[in-house]
Structure formats: structure tokens, C-alpha cells
């Protein structure tokens, strides 16, 4: 039914086919509000698929593919917050404590996101799968916080009182600004600056200056320096998976941390793909693999007791 929602919303469909989308969206009020969604796509999404080229020594173009809206409305539906409004969950934190303004910490479980707002004022916004952790009141020489997966934090500014971000093996030191910070365990380090000024200190003592509109990556085990091409990537606090020109397996890898699964790709011809797009977070991994479908040839089968996606 869907690619007949989809025929009908882009205006391909025919006087029968019109009828049957009539008669079935007034048939359920759930079909309603799954038209509408697909609705909304229309002016969402847009994609493209980027064939990977292949190492030759004959150079080649690119097989570039600009999918039209039909194929990818999919791709996007009617986002639906689920931001948490977490204070209450840490007043309760706070009332089993033996010490309130000790050390606390915020769990967020995979699929969801959580905002926040600390003692000092300073907004905060974490990812799934992200564990942060900060005292009930910060002391009167720094403000100290710790994050092990993906943040933004608007920080209050007071410049006699620095606000440092404490991660597995850099701390970002700040006094009032905007920026995102992205650090899962061991994995690439990756801090992006929207506005103000931040200092990045390595755990060997190497330090970096950040100005807006730059950000800081991990490549390697080495940091390196770039201009923030478009604010996409940092959009996940809007519920907006994002990803350019990415491989497969690239775009896999965001979804795995997300939602805390795992996802083996056994097709070969997929993983030789790249892609532009966005996804609503809240749709699932499996509203994923279906649009790809559209446009690929696979087929997935998913372990209920591993967690896992398998892709052939």
C-alpha cells in the first residue's frame, strides 16, 4: 500500500488507483495519519545515491542517481519529539542519594534522546547511548562534567568559572558557548563549535583552539582541524539522522550506535554504495531498510536473540 500512497501523493496515480487510496485512508483514522506522514515527506526528503567507483587505472565517472521524491518519501515521516524532559527523573535520582549534590548520572537508552538543564543554567542535549555525568552543584573553580557519547551543550557564560567536558581522552574547555560533542568510547573523537570559543586538550597535553564554524576530528589517533560544511550532522537533537556522500557501512554505523544493535551486511553490490539523506530517528531501523529496498536489491532477516540485522 505504501507505494500506492506514494503513486497517488506524486500525482501518478490512476482514477482506480486514486479511488482505492480514497476508500482506504477514510476506511481507518491510523491510514490518515500514515498518508499524512508520507505527506510530509514530500517536502523532507531528498536523495541521492552515489555509486562508488571502483580503483582502476582507467579513470571513470561516478554512476550518480538523483532518486526522485517517489522512490524516497519514504525515507522521512512526520517526526514525533521524543526529547525527555528529565529533571524529574534526576530530582528522583537525587532523593536516593545519601549526598544530592554529589556526583549524578544520566543514562540514555538506545533510541531515545534526552535534554537537560544543570544547576548553572547550561542546556544540554544527549544522544542515545550516551552516558553523562555531572555534581548536583558545581564548586567554585570549575564546572566539571563528564560524557561518554554525543552532547550539545549551550553553556552559560561565566568567565571566572570554565566549563570543561571530560571524555575517555580529550577534555574540551569552554566559558560560554554552543557546541557539539561526539565521543563513544574509543572511537573517533569529534568536536564541532556553532558559536563562542573552546579549548580541546588531548590526555598527552596537546592542545587545539576552536572558533565558530569549525570542529575538531580524531583521525587516526591525530586531530585535524575543518570548517563545518552545513549543520546537518548536528541536527539528531531534532530527531534528523544525517549523512552525505556516505558509505554503507558509514551509515550502518550511526544506526547501530543509535539504536544499539548490530547490523552485518552481506551484500556486496550494497556495500559498494554512498548516500545523501535524512531519516526521522523515530521511525526505526526497519523503516531504514525498507527504503533502501526501494531503490536496492536486498533482503534482510533480523536475530531477535543476538539483535542483529542481517543483510543479503
Known amino acids: 500500500m505504501e507505494k500506492l500512497l506514494l503513486k497517488y501523493i506524486d500525482g501518478q496515480a490512476s ?20 498518508y499524512q ?8 526528503s531528498v536523495w541521492e545515491d552515489i555509486e562508488e567507483q571502483e580503483e582502476s587505472a582507467v579513470p571513470r565517472k561516478n554512476n550518480i542517481i538523483r532518486l526522485s521524491w517517489l522512490r524516497t518519501a519514504a525515507a522521512v515521516l512526520l517526526v514525533i519529539s521524543l526529547f525527555w524532559n528529565v529533571r524529574s527523573f534526576i530530582w528522583k535520582e537525587k532523593s536516593t542519594l545519601e549526598d544530592p549534590m554529589g556526583m549524578q548520572t544520566v543514562h540514555v537508552p538506545a533510541g531515545q534522546r534526552v535534554e537537560l538543564i544543570l544547576q548553572d543554567g547550561t542546556k544540554v542535549w544527549l544522544n542515545a547511548n550516551s552516558t553523562f555525568r555531572f555534581p548536583g552543584r558545581f564548586d567554585a573553580e570549575k564546572r566539571e562534567v563528564y560524557l561518554n557519547g554525543e552532547g550539545r551543550l549551550d553553556v552559560v557564560h561565566n568567565e571566572h568559572l570554565p566549563f570543561i567536558v571530560k571524555t575517555e581522552n580529550y577534555a574540551v574547555k569552554v566559558l560560554g558557548t554552543d557546541f557539539n560533542v561526539k565521543a563513544y568510547g574509543t572511537d573517533n573523537f569529534e568536536t564541532a563549535l556553532m558559536s563562542g570559543r573552546v579549548e580541546i586538550e588531548s590526555a598527552k597535553g596537546k ?4 572558533h565558530p564554524n569549525q570542529k575538531v576530528v580524531e583521525e587516526h589517533g591525530n586531530l585535524r582541524i575543518d570548517t563545518i560544511g552545513n549543520m546537518d550532522p548536528y ?6 539522522l544525517c549523512f552525505e556522500n556516505e558509505s554503507v557501512e558509514s551509515l550502518f554505523q550511526k544506526v547501530e550506535i543509535y539504536y544499539h ?8 553490490k550494497l556495500a559498494n554504495r554512498r548516500y545523501t539523506g535524512k531519516f526521522w530517528m523515530d521511525d526505526g531501523v526497519e523503516h531504514m531498510l525498507r527504503v533502501l529496498q526501494l531503490n536496492n536489491d536486498f533482503t534482510y532477516q533480523r536475530d531477535f536473540e543476538t539483535n542483529e540485522y542481517i543483510i543479503h
Do not use: C, M, Q
Open 15 to 34: 482514477d482506480e488507483e486514486r479511488r482505492k487510496v480514497l476508500e482506504w485512508i477514510e476506511a481507518d483514522p491510523t491510514h490518515k495519519n500514515e
Open 37 to 44: 506522514s508520507l505527506h510530509k515527506a514530500y517536502v523532507v
Open 207 to 210: 592542545k587545539f583552539i576552536l
Open 235 to 240: 541536527r539528531w537533537r531534532e530527531g534528523l
Open 261 to 268: 544493535i548490530k547490523i552485518t551486511n552481506k551484500n556486496k
